[in-house]
């Protein structure tokens, strides 16, 4: 346990010294992804508003409840598309990543920081979408969003580890790349994405309650649309994160030189 | 001081280890190494017992039959693999030359190429600033450094890949059957390179089917055979200078 903590601190200490890399890799990355499109990383923006824009559309609440519901939505859907992006990305990482795994040395963790970098650069994007919206919607400005941006700052804590752990599920068992893309695709629904939970209906409590995503979302958004500070939320989100964070540094640890010889 | 030793390695594929819901597919036997188990623990034996030791100064070219174990070895050398037995045990910077496409992006020009590949291998922006000419000029490559690596070709590619790998003196390197797609006049450059290198006090580890790029590259030849050492000889010593035709 102590030798499997320490290989995954000096897999990451390494990956650190060697930030460049990941850095330029993941810049590399989003110009390719977008390269000879005329708007460039530009629609990552456009995709995220039309989403917005479609779901406050189809989905906005008549009467007093319309008001907060575009904010609602705006978030709720910055959010989840990041997590999903991350974790539907991720299971496949280390298959995507075979030629450098099987002809450098690079560490691991350099793998995770360039998803993980390369995720909140696409993520950005859409921000600024969000911000633009949540001003237009008539969101008061005030020092609640300090709070959602101590939530983003956690969400990106728990990027690196979550990362890590659907690395090494997708390596070591395959299927679990189509499990995982089906599931996230079903989770939109499970998840108070861009629906309210009204205590009503005892699916949606348990959906709201039971569901850890529930909580990365409401340290984001709950400040801005409430204008309070989520103290459930945020416990349970920084616990989320540390476990997260403890079972990444094992995987790491124990099966780091194992991930070439399974993909 | 510059050394390689491995005292007893043994490296094993292991090929169902991954779990799944599929049947495990029937593998048939062929050239390469011994195949053993059967269903969902079928592995390889790719190394077997290999001990040898490597001083500063020495060229050893790597042969033996396809699947013999050389791409192998040279990868647990490089730190890839780590054996499944055995010790490895290797002073000095190593730098190597698998495949040439590894670490290269499609459509990054030459240049941004050299500055990602020395990241890759842990060089200094200071590092890659003061070589990138040095790099360029060697490799030849003239204004097509500029365009987009997809438009080069195999030995442009082989080019480039060499030069990017022995510009920062490795003090060891390491070479899996790269040099084909180079032509005659690059290979000899690339040869007086390689005996440079040795001169210095480097190892030269070089993989190859060719018996005669072996003869005038290297002073020792391990060939294997089913991961195994067959043989270990020390070759009659061309020095350098005096080229020899391939
Ligand atoms: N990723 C892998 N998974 C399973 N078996 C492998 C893998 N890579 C190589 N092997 C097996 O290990 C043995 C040694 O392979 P290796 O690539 O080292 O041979 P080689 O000497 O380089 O051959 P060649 O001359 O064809 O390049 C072979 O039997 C091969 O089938
Ligand atoms: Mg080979």
Redesign the pocket.
């Known amino acids: 346990m102590i030798a499997a903590l320490n290989g995954a601190f000096d897999d990451i200490s390494k990956a650190m010294k060697l930030h460049r890399v990941w850095v330029a890799l993941a810049h590399e990355d989003i110009g390719d992804q977008h390269r000879r499109t005329t708007l460039g990383p530009l629609w990552l923006l456009v995709n995220y508003v039309a989403f917005v824009g479609t779901f406050v559309f189809v989905f906005q609440p008549a009467g007093k409840g319309a008001a907060g519901y575009a904010a609602y939505v705006a978030i709720g859907l910055l959010v989840w598309f990041y997590l999903m992006e991350v974790m539907s990305m991720s299971v496949a990482l280390f298959q995507r990543e075979e030629s450098f795994i099987e002809g450098t040395t690079l560490p691991l963790f350099v793998y995770v920081m360039r998803l993980a970098l390369q995720s909140i650069i696409r993520a950005g994007y859409a921000i600024v979408g969000c911000v633009v919206i949540l001003i237009f919607s008539g969101s008061p400005v005030g020092m609640p969003w300090l709070w959602s941006l101590a939530g983003l700052f956690l969400i990106l804590f728990a990027t690196p580890p979550l990362i890590t752990v659907f690395a090494f599920l997708g390596a070591f068992f395959p299927d679990s790349q189509f499990i995982v893309g089906n599931l996230l695709r079903v989770g939109m629904f499970f998840t108070p994405v861009f629906w309210m939970n009204k205590g009503q209906d005892p699916v949606q409590k348990y959906a709201y309650e039971w569901n850890p995503f529930t909580y990365f979302l409401e340290i984001v958004r709950l400040p801005i649309t409430n204008g309070e500070f989520p103290a459930h939320a945020f416990t349970v989100t920084i616990m989320a994160s540390l476990v997260t964070w403890a079972i990444a540094l094992l995987l790491l640890g124990r099966y780091r030189k194992q991930v070439v010889?399974l993909i | 001081m510059v050394s390689i030793k491995l005292d007893n390695v043994s490296l094993v594929?292991k090929?169902h280890d991954k779990l799944t819901l599929s049947a495990p597919d029937r593998r048939v036997g062929g050239p390469?190494?011994r195949i053993e188990g059967s269903g969902r623990k079928q592995f390889?034996q790719?190394l077997d017992g290999v001990s040898f030791e490597l001083r500063a100064g020495d060229r050893l070219g790597l042969v033996?039959?396809?699947?013999?174990?050389?791409?192998?070895?040279l990868k647990v050398l490089y730190g890839i693999y780590e054996p499944s037995g055995g010790s490895v045990a290797i002073e000095g910077k190593v730098d190597a030359l698998f495949n040439i496409n590894i670490g290269f992006r499609r459509e990054a020009t030459g240049r941004r190429n050299i500055v990602l590949r020395g990241l890759i291998s842990g060089w200094t922006e200071t590092e890659i600033e003061e070589k990138m000419e040095d790099i360029i000029a060697f490799s030849e490559l003239g204004d097509f450094i500029d365009l987009p690596f997809k438009a080069y070709s195999q030995g442009m590619a082989a080019r480039l890949a060499f030069s990017a790998a022995t510009a920062l003196d490795p003090e060891i390197l390491l070479m899996?059957?790269w040099i084909g797609a180079g032509d005659a006049s690059f290979q000899e450059k690339a040869k007086r390179r390689m005996d440079e290198l040795a001169e210095k006090a480097g190892i030269i580890v070089l993989?190859s089917?060719s018996e005669a790029l072996i003869q005038s590259v290297c002073t020792k030849k391990l060939t294997?055979k089913s991961?195994r050492i067959e043989s270990l000889t020390t070759e009659p010593v061309k020095r350098a200078g005096k080229v020899a035709k391939l």
Do not use: I, Q
């Not at chain 2, 033996?64 to 070895?73: E, I, R, V, Y």
């Open positions: 010889f | 594929y090929l390469g190494g390889v790719a033996g039959p396809n699947g013999a174990g050389k791409t192998t070895l899996d059957e993989a089917h294997l991961g």
